[in-house]
Antibody
Framework: EVQLVESGGGLVQAGGSLRLSCTAS????????MSWVRQAPGKGLEWVAH????????FYVDSVKGRFTISRDNAKNSLFLQMNSLRAEDTAVYYC????????????WGQGTLVTVSS | QSALTQPPSASGSPGQSVTFSCTGA?????????VSWYQQHPGKAPKLMIY???KRPSGVPDRFSGSKSGNTASLTVSGLQAEDEADYYC???????????FGTGTKVTVL
């Protein structure tokens, strides 16, 4: 069974930093691109970042470029999101999602971790 | 990259069908056959319901179907059931810069 478990969310002041983690199990982690998708309270989904199987290619939504860094540790089946210079508008539930690159879909999602940025 | 446009709400009685749209542009929905649909119940993670415009993952009932014409994709839920009451989001691949864009979401109510 595919499982994705996020951790690392919490309350942080504007301008601060936070590192999210996602631990994967039940599938071959190195076979898949991985993404972070976020959802602000009461709002819709927003794709945030995407990383290739070996970490060599990374993509970001414009609003987080230069502030967020996606990375992975394939030896530990783990995905990370380093978030710096946090803003109030970054407040959201952050989901880790397995991406199927050939069909551009997110076929498994974690339960999410809440990040709250106080201004 | 702007969010894809969905109607805020849709509704139907049990057993009826409901269809709602997802409108983008030639740079996303119209440019690729990579439209996906996700179902999200309150407080839960999204669940993939449709991918590549019309395909259903295993385990998704065939009551769910997708289509696309030009820059607009649509999701139809036939034979509405109480458990179909949820928020639905479309998503499209949007090219090599901002890779993915999601829709604004449609809340489906089963009357």
């Amino acid at each position: 069974e595919v499982q994705l478990v996020e951790s690392g969310g919490g309350l942080v002041q504007a301008g601060g930093s936070l590192r999210l983690s996602c631990t994967a199990s039940g599938f071959t982690f190195t076979d898949n691109w991985m993404s972070w998708v976020r959802q602000a309270p009461g709002k819709g989904l927003e794709w945030v970042a995407h990383v290739k199987q070996d970490g060599s290619e990374k993509f970001y939504v414009d609003s987080v470029k230069g502030r967020f860094t996606i990375s992975r540790d394939n030896a530990k089946n783990s995905l990370f999101l380093q978030m710096n210079s946090l803003r109030a508008e970054d407040t959201a539930v952050y989901y880790c999602a397995r991406a199927r690159e050939s069909t551009k879909r997110f076929d498994h999602w974690g339960q999410g971790t809440l990040v709250t940025v106080s201004s | 990259q702007s969010a894809l446009t969905q109607p805020p709400s849709a509704s139907g009685s049990p057993g009826q069908s409901v269809t709602f749209s997802c409108t983008g542009a030639s740079s996303d929905v119209g440019g690729y056959n990579y439209v996906s649909w996700y179902q999200q119940h309150p407080g839960k993670a999204p669940k993939l319901m449709i991918y590549e415009v019309t395909k259903r993952p295993s385990g998704v009932p065939d009551r769910f179907s997708g289509s696309k014409s030009g820059n607009t994709a649509s999701l139809t839920v036939s034979g509405l059931q109480a458990e179909d009451e949820a928020d639905y989001y479309c998503s499209s691949y949007a090219g090599s810069n901002n890779l993915y864009v999601f829709g604004t979401g449609t809340k489906v109510t089963v009357l």
